[in-house]
């Protein structure tokens, strides 16, 4: 039984440290989101940081403040959504899709 014990310990070890590593790999990925037909884009980093934003003049009008508000708010969430599924996705493979609390 201690050899079973041992080999699953390694196993665990090695996983362990696969998942460390595509955390980093993870972590230097982007992704983009845009809205307004391209109005705005916003890049966000796998830590779940916002990277980047770009606006295009058009869209800032003193006029209509709100929209552009509106407008970084769901190019901001969905960036990060991405980042959020990205992870799991990538987690997944790797964990065979066993939840393991903690990791994402």
């Given at each position: 039984?201690?050899?079973?014990?041992?080999?699953?310990?390694?196993?665990?070890?090695?996983?362990?440290?696969?998942?460390?590593?595509?955390?980093?790999?993870?972590?230097?990925?982007?992704?983009?989101?845009?809205?307004?037909?391209?109005?705005?884009?916003?890049?966000?980093?796998?830590?779940?940081?916002?990277?980047?934003?770009?606006?295009?003049p058009e869209a800032?009008?003193?006029?209509?403040?709100?929209?552009l508000q509106d407008?970084?708010?769901?190019?901001?969430?969905?960036?990060?959504?991405?980042?959020?599924?990205?992870?799991?996705?990538?987690?997944?493979?790797?964990?065979?899709?066993?939840?393991?609390?903690?990791?994402?």
């Amino acid at each position: 039984m201690g050899g079973n014990m041992n080999k699953m310990m390694k196993q665990v070890q090695k996983m362990q440290t696969q998942m460390a590593k595509m955390q980093e790999e993870l972590n230097e990925r982007t992704l983009e989101s845009t809205a307004g037909g391209g109005a705005v884009k916003v890049v966000a980093n796998g830590k779940q940081e916002i990277v980047s934003i770009e606006i295009q003049p058009e869209a800032v009008d003193p006029e209509d403040v709100e929209m552009l508000q509106d407008l970084i708010l769901t190019a901001t969430n969905d960036a990060l959504k991405q980042v959020r599924d990205m992870m799991n996705t990538e987690m997944g493979k790797l964990t065979g899709g066993m939840n393991i609390p903690g990791l994402t």
